[in-house]
């Protein structure tokens, strides 16, 4: 029976994220990671829309994530200054210390990964998920 791609890649990630669950227990979801470490490496402050982008949700949710990051303490938000319709999102000092210990536990995560692959096979592997994206993205915005 062939399995569709999507299923296998969904296993990969849930896999991933468990992984990182264990490394960081304090975050129940990616995306909480995934912000710190956009933010992290963004020396100006960003917006919902901005990070709703990055990480290809709604920007409702983003709002729902930055407020529980916000409620922790690891990013305050105000407003824009030159729009005060818009919200601005930074890393506190205790959000800036968290960086290099989500890029610790992320590259911990990805040699697990990488076990026992060859390089060249990774390249290989990125490159083909990258054109397959191509591939779907030129359909959908059709």
Known sequence: MQLILSRRLRRLT????????KELP?????HYI???LILGDHELPL?????SAHLQINKSRVTALISYLAQQQYVITYANPNDKREQL???TEKGKRLVPVVKNAVQKVNRILH????????????????????????????
């Not at 026992?116 to 779907?136: D, K, R, S, T, V």
Request: proline residues 2%; charged residues 20%; without cysteine.
């Open 14 to 21: 849930a896999l991933y994220y468990t992984m990182l669950a």
């Open 26 to 30: 304090d975050f129940n979801s990616a």
């Open 34 to 36: 995934e912000i710190i």
């Open 47 to 51: 917006t919902p829309k901005k990070l």
């Open 89 to 91: 999102i930074v890393l």
């Open 115 to 142: 076990e026992q692959l060859e390089q060249h096979n990774l390249i290989a592997f990125y490159m083909a998920l990258n054109q397959m994206e191509q591939n779907l993205s030129k359909q959908v915005e059709r």
